[in-house]
Nanobody, 118 residues
Protein backbone atom coordinates (compact mmCIF):
# COMPACT_ATOMS: atom_id res chain seq x y z
CA UNK A 1 0.00 0.00 0.00
CA UNK A 2 1.36 3.39 -0.96
CA UNK A 3 -0.05 6.60 0.48
CA UNK A 4 0.51 10.01 -1.08
CA UNK A 5 -0.36 13.09 0.95
CA UNK A 6 -0.78 16.53 -0.54
CA UNK A 7 -2.31 19.92 0.15
CA UNK A 8 -0.10 21.42 2.81
CA UNK A 9 1.13 24.96 2.69
CA UNK A 10 1.43 28.30 4.41
CA UNK A 11 -1.73 30.04 5.57
CA UNK A 12 -2.59 32.86 7.93
CA UNK A 13 -4.38 32.20 11.20
CA UNK A 14 -8.08 31.82 10.59
CA UNK A 15 -7.54 30.44 7.12
CA UNK A 16 -8.27 27.03 5.65
CA UNK A 17 -6.42 24.19 3.97
CA UNK A 18 -7.54 20.85 2.61
CA UNK A 19 -5.23 17.88 2.82
CA UNK A 20 -5.65 14.89 0.55
CA UNK A 21 -4.35 11.35 0.80
CA UNK A 22 -4.40 8.96 -2.13
CA UNK A 23 -3.91 5.26 -1.55
CA UNK A 24 -2.72 2.85 -4.19
CA UNK A 25 -1.60 -0.73 -4.43
CA UNK A 26 -3.29 -3.50 -2.49
CA UNK A 27 -5.82 -1.35 -0.62
CA UNK A 28 -8.41 -4.05 -0.07
CA UNK A 29 -9.45 -4.27 3.55
CA UNK A 30 -8.27 -0.86 4.72
CA UNK A 31 -10.74 -0.12 7.46
CA UNK A 32 -9.35 2.89 9.31
CA UNK A 33 -7.86 5.94 7.60
CA UNK A 34 -6.69 9.15 9.12
CA UNK A 35 -4.18 11.81 9.85
CA UNK A 36 -1.43 12.30 12.39
CA UNK A 37 0.65 15.41 12.88
CA UNK A 38 3.98 16.17 14.44
CA UNK A 39 5.10 19.60 15.50
CA UNK A 40 8.77 20.40 16.11
CA UNK A 41 9.92 18.96 19.41
CA UNK A 42 6.63 17.18 20.03
CA UNK A 43 5.37 13.64 19.75
CA UNK A 44 3.31 12.55 16.79
CA UNK A 45 -0.36 13.20 17.55
CA UNK A 46 -3.43 11.50 16.14
CA UNK A 47 -5.62 14.22 14.62
CA UNK A 48 -8.56 12.47 13.00
CA UNK A 49 -9.72 9.08 11.85
CA UNK A 50 -12.49 7.74 9.69
CA UNK A 51 -13.57 4.14 9.36
CA UNK A 52 -14.62 2.37 6.19
CA UNK A 53 -18.13 2.57 7.63
CA UNK A 54 -17.92 6.35 7.78
CA UNK A 55 -17.48 6.90 11.49
CA UNK A 56 -15.14 9.77 12.28
CA UNK A 57 -13.29 10.83 15.38
CA UNK A 58 -11.11 13.81 16.28
CA UNK A 59 -8.66 14.92 18.87
CA UNK A 60 -10.23 17.53 21.12
CA UNK A 61 -8.10 20.41 19.91
CA UNK A 62 -9.48 20.23 16.36
CA UNK A 63 -13.11 19.36 17.00
CA UNK A 64 -15.41 21.81 15.30
CA UNK A 65 -12.61 23.06 13.02
CA UNK A 66 -11.39 20.03 11.11
CA UNK A 67 -13.46 17.56 9.11
CA UNK A 68 -12.26 14.23 7.81
CA UNK A 69 -13.98 12.60 4.86
CA UNK A 70 -13.33 9.85 2.38
CA UNK A 71 -14.43 8.77 -1.06
CA UNK A 72 -13.63 5.17 -0.22
CA UNK A 73 -10.49 3.31 0.82
CA UNK A 74 -8.54 4.95 -1.98
CA UNK A 75 -8.79 8.58 -0.92
CA UNK A 76 -9.49 10.62 2.17
CA UNK A 77 -9.29 14.27 3.09
CA UNK A 78 -8.83 16.62 6.00
CA UNK A 79 -10.59 19.95 5.70
CA UNK A 80 -8.97 22.33 8.15
CA UNK A 81 -10.79 25.56 8.95
CA UNK A 82 -10.10 28.31 11.46
CA UNK A 83 -6.47 27.32 11.53
CA UNK A 84 -4.34 28.37 14.47
CA UNK A 85 -0.57 28.74 14.78
CA UNK A 86 -0.57 25.72 17.06
CA UNK A 87 -1.82 23.63 14.15
CA UNK A 88 1.58 24.09 12.52
CA UNK A 89 3.06 20.65 12.00
CA UNK A 90 3.95 18.01 9.48
CA UNK A 91 0.78 16.10 8.72
CA UNK A 92 0.95 12.41 7.86
CA UNK A 93 -1.82 10.34 6.41
CA UNK A 94 -2.10 6.76 7.49
CA UNK A 95 -4.26 3.70 7.04
CA UNK A 96 -4.62 0.38 8.74
CA UNK A 97 -6.24 -2.99 8.32
CA UNK A 98 -6.32 -6.34 9.98
CA UNK A 99 -3.08 -8.26 9.63
CA UNK A 100 -2.22 -11.83 10.51
CA UNK A 101 -3.91 -13.10 13.61
CA UNK A 102 -4.79 -10.24 15.92
CA UNK A 103 -2.27 -7.82 14.46
CA UNK A 104 -2.95 -4.62 12.58
CA UNK A 105 -0.98 -3.57 9.54
CA UNK A 106 -0.31 0.16 9.45
CA UNK A 107 0.74 2.19 6.43
CA UNK A 108 2.11 5.72 6.31
CA UNK A 109 2.30 8.43 3.72
CA UNK A 110 5.01 11.01 3.51
CA UNK A 111 4.40 14.14 5.48
CA UNK A 112 3.03 17.40 4.19
CA UNK A 113 3.97 20.61 5.96
CA UNK A 114 1.24 22.88 7.30
CA UNK A 115 2.39 26.24 8.57
CA UNK A 116 -0.03 28.71 10.14
CA UNK A 117 1.25 32.23 10.63
CA UNK A 118 -0.11 34.52 13.31
Amino acid sequence: VQLQASGGGLVQAGGSLRLSCAASGSIFGLDVMGWYRQAPGKKRELVATITSGGRSDYTDSVKGRFTISSDNESAWYLQMNSLKPEDTAVYYCYAERRGKGWTRDIYWGQGTQVTVSS
